[in-house]
């Protein structure tokens, strides 16, 4: 299991990959077109993800995304909400 801080750390690159997306998760979430335990399988994925840094760094230096990255674990998720 993911350590707290791990988790936090990944929770924020979700969080922060569906906003450069153009998807509000809390508001996805409201709307019932994902679940919490949707979101937190998510977060778990993306803490498997062995190269944190490249998406933070991604992250960091972009304004707005079209897509999530190919090696994105949560790309088909984020795909299928942006729609």
């Known amino acids: 299991m993911p350590s707290r801080e791990t988790l936090r750390l990944h929770a ?3 969080d922060d990959m569906a906003r ?3 998807i509000d998760l809390q508001e996805t979430a409201i709307e019932g077109r ?3 335990d949707q979101i937190s399988d998510a977060v778990v ?3 498997d993800c062995p190269n944190p840094k490249h998406c ?3 992250l960091q230096n ?3 995304l ?3 990255p190919e090696y994105c674990r949560n790309q088909d998720l984020l ?3 942006r729609r």
């Open 56 to 58: 933070q760094h991604l």
């Open 20 to 22: 450069m997306l153009d």
């Open 66 to 68: 079209d897509r999530a």
């Open 62 to 64: 972009a304004d707005a």
């Open 12 to 14: 924020g690159l979700v």
């Open 34 to 36: 994902i679940s919490i």
């Open 79 to 81: 795909h299928k909400l």
């Open 45 to 47: 994925r993306c803490a």
